[in-house]
């Protein structure tokens, strides 16, 4: 079986789209699936097969560099072309890719797709806020009901998704379907390495977060709750490792707080390397979006053995609700803050929620989740052929 997978965005850019669609293609081959991918060219990627890019540019005035603009004319013919001779589409954005997935599909009498990847709602407002949330609410609930009830199928990665999705209007079938973690990456890192390597003690407390660093992501909550928590702890080390169009915005309010030598900014690790060491030399990972529709780095520290403080909205409820190997305070710095301490603090507390976040992670396998994928694939593809 032949899937077609298409996106505005892939690798070298690093985010939870990018991520989702390249887990699956390599999964998905121990299900007999082949995956081709039609997605932006960025600069001078090397060719590689089954991946074809479409030439891009930089999107006016936005404030990501990597915000690509797709040509519409060529997005459509390369996803014409390469769609001939495939079983199914599954589109990954809600941009040009997803007009030229519907068209191809349509031309070529095809099922199609789509991950819900991200809630634009909560977006929206960091990007357009010279707009009236109510306005921008409106809006986005419109184009997100028009795009779904256009397709065969949805996925969405968490409950919580399916609910936003089907206050919107959408009626098309939806299926939970989180993306699934390569476990057995995780373990791997080198705790002693990395702390040296940074001037970081043995003995120091250590809480780290990772993901781009953009306004949505709430990392302002974790420099506040840092400096309340310094207050009485004052050995207390945020890692924040990642990169983004937040970051200039974030070191001045670690300045502001008088916090800058209780957070390092990582700035992005390679994910096959430094930061597995990076996992490794943490005591704890935290998190405080409220605009994941997954939260697929919670199961990544997880497997790591790392215990997660986050807050339990939209995706991560599904991985928090289970209360096994993490902690989630209410979205109340202060709470958050005695959180932190209280982990700190007491040691028999750490110790089981470390011998409890690996066997959560086991939850959300790679290859559990493309084996779920690729049956519901073959569903897709068996009830249009009858249709």
């Known amino acids: ?26 999964t998905l ?7 081709e991918i039609v997605a932006p060219r960025y600069g001078d990627e090397p060719e590689e097969k089954g991946i074809v890019r479409v030439k891009s540019r930089q999107i006016p005035f936005s404030l990501d560099v990597e915000d690509k603009w797709l040509s519409w004319r060529k997005m459509k013919s390369a996803v014409l072309e390469r769609a001939r001779g495939c079983d199914l ?8 890719a997803h007009y030229a997935g519907i068209h191809a599909a349509r031309r070529l009498h095809l099922p199609a797709l789509a991950t ?35 397709l065969d199928a949805i996925v969405v990665p968490s409950a919580a998704m399916l609910e936003q999705l089907t206050a919107y209007g959408v009626r098309v079938p939806m299926h939970i379907l989180p993306t699934g973690v ?21 003995a120091r407390p250590v809480a780290l977060f990772v993901g781009r660093v953009a306004h949505e992501k709430n990392i302002g909550f974790l420099l506040r709750v840092w400096a309340r928590a310094l207050r009485r702890n004052p050995d207390l080390l945020l890692l924040v490792a990642g990169d983004g169009p937040a970051l200039p915005d974030l070191k001045r309010e670690a300045e502001t707080l008088g916090i800058a030598h209780a957070v390092h900014f990582l700035g992005y690790l390679d994910r096959n390397a430094a930061l597995l060491d990076c996992y490794a030399a943490a005591d704890v990972f935290v ?52 959180t932190v301490l209280r982990f700190f603090a007491d040691a028999a507390l750490r110790a089981r929620l470390q011998a409890e976040a690996p066997e959560t992670a086991r939850d959300w396998s790679d290859v559990a989740s493309s084996r779920r994928m ?9 009830t249009h052929d009858e249709s």
Not at 29 to 35: H, L, W
Not at 374 to 382: D, F, G, K, P, Q
């Open 1 to 26: 079986m032949r899937v077609l997978m298409v996106s505005d965005v892939y690798f070298p850019r690093i985010n939870g789209v990018s991520t989702s669609i390249e887990t699956f293609r390599k």
């Open 287 to 338: 998190f405080s979006s409220l605009t994941e529709t997954q939260g697929l780095v919670l199961p990544e520290a997880m497997a790591a053995g790392l215990p997660v403080i986050a807050l339990a909205r939209l995706g991560t409820r599904d991985i928090l609700d289970a209360g096994k190997g993490c902690l989630a305070p209410p979205e109340d710095e202060d709470a958050f803050a005695e």
């Open 182 to 202: 390569p476990l057995e990456k995780f373990v791997r890192g080198d705790r002693a390495v990395f702390r040296r390597e940074h001037g970081i003690d043995e």
């Open 89 to 96: 589409i599954h589109i990954h954005t809600p941009f040009i």
């Open 116 to 150: 819900y990847h991200t809630l634009f709602t909560e977006y929206l407002q960091y990007y357009v806020p010279f707009l009236p949330r109510r306005h921008l609410t409106r809006i986005a609930h419109g184009f997100s009901r028009r795009q779904c009830n256009a």
């Open 29 to 35: 081959q121990s299900c007999d699936i082949e995956v």
């Open 374 to 382: 690729a049956e519901l694939y073959r569903t897709l593809t068996s």
